[in-house]
């Protein structure tokens, strides 16, 4: 079999590659090379379906990148259910933001709580003039009132 000489886009490690088109030694490779840390979250720069579904290819077959890092790191998932991200960022994969359930009103729930929370905590902590605050995050002057103190 006719074998390539390729360098891993990702380790530069040189590895023997079946096939012309594949730039990555391994499938953790051409996983972590689409990946940026960003505040905890691993943002995916690959590509993303229109419906927001992540696809990652393991070994030719078709899957999704939250599933390869949440069964990578945290275990088989079950069938059915929802992976919710507890973070709130649509495009992040790590595998600590990625929560498994079966309730999917729950697992938005969470996720927005969640999301709400963060957003809350950066508000409070931000010491810029509530205006400025009200036109960065487009929300209602009062709102942003409520939120600093504390009565949201
Ligand atoms: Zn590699
Ligand atoms: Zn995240």
Redesign the pocket.
């Known amino acids: 079999m006719l074998k390539y000489n390729k360098k891993?886009?990702?380790?530069?490690?040189v590895?023997a590659s079946k096939a012309s088109t594949t730039n990555?030694?391994?499938t953790?490779?051409s996983f972590f090379h689409r990946i940026r840390e960003y505040n905890s979250c691993w943002n995916w720069l690959g590509n993303i379906a229109q419906s927001g579904t992540i696809n990652f290819k393991v070994e030719g077959r078709s899957t999704t990148a939250p599933r390869y890092a949440y069964e990578k790191y945290k275990g088989i998932l079950p069938k059915g259910g929802y992976v919710v991200r507890t973070c709130g960022n649509d495009i992040c994969v790590n595998p600590e933001h990625l929560l498994h359930t079966y309730n999917s009103t729950e697992g938005t729930k969470i996720q927005n709580e969640k999301a709400r929370d963060a957003l809350y905590k950066e508000i409070k902590a931000d010491l810029r003039p509530n205006k400025i605050l009200s036109k960065v995050h487009k929300l209602p002057l009062h709102m942003i009132r409520d939120i600093k103190y504390g009565r949201l």
């Open positions: 891993c886009l990702y380790c530069i490690n590895f990555y030694c391994s953790d490779c």
